[in-house]
């Protein structure tokens, strides 16, 4: 699933925060925010592998949610939903399509590094592929409510996800039929850091 998808599933983990503790939701809200994003940052090296933990971030959550619930700080509720939403991404991109310059194809078999097994795990491909209209109809079905329960610079976050995830979705297949030609001008010393996939034809 696309980065946006991730962000808004991760916020809407901490939304009900937003209803029945508002106090503490911008804590959690944060913490969901940046544990959507923060598996993806392995974009360009080793992705879906580097930060990806499909295993570990699931059991990682366990213990931080039992402390944020026997002590309730915005520190723990940040970290508590952070390591919840990481979780929830690397499990969702299971269900996704495989890393392939054009997933549509389906011939990947790589859809998420599972460090505890030390193999790929397969793509479900119940969500076509990362951009896929299902992608952004997911994004859409978790967004748009976010918009009427989330208050103040949440909201404009959200507004910009679902901004972003329909530019990407429209423009996705553009994307990956650009990517060989820009990656392939990549000066001589950032050439390592283009990831395979950008590369081949
Ligand atoms: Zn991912």
Redesign the pocket.
């Known amino acids: 699933m696309m980065l946006p998808t ?1 962000a808004l599933v991760g916020l809407a983990l901490a939304a009900p925060l937003a209803l029945y503790a508002p106090e503490l939701a911008p804590a959690a809200l944060l913490g969901a925010l940046v544990g959507g994003i923060l ?2 940052l392995d974009m360009y090296a080793g992705h ?1 592998k580097s930060l ?1 933990y499909p295993t570990f971030y699931p059991l990682a959550a366990v213990p931080a949610i039992a402390a944020a619930f026997v002590w309730t700080t915005p520190v723990s509720l940040a970290v508590a939903f952070g390591l919840l939403a990481a979780a929830a ?1 690397c499990r969702m ?1 299971i269900y996704g399509g495989g890393l392939e310059l054009r997933p549509w194809e389906g011939t990947s078999e790589k859809a998420v590094y599972d460090h505890a097994s030390g193999r790929w795990l397969s793509p479900r491909r119940f969500i076509a592929y990362d951009g896929s209209r299902g992608d952004l109809a997911l994004s859409l079905v978790v967004g748009l409510p976010l918009l009427a329960v989330l208050e103040g610079a949440f909201v404009p976050v959200v507004g910009v996800a679902l901004t972003i995830a329909t530019s990407y979705v429209l423009l996705r297949k553009h994307l990956a039929n650009l990517a060989p030609t820009v990656f392939s001008q990549v000066p001589e010393p950032l050439a390592e850091y283009v990831p395979e996939r950008y590369l081949h034809e």
């Open positions: 991730h598996p993806d879906r990806h991404h991109d």
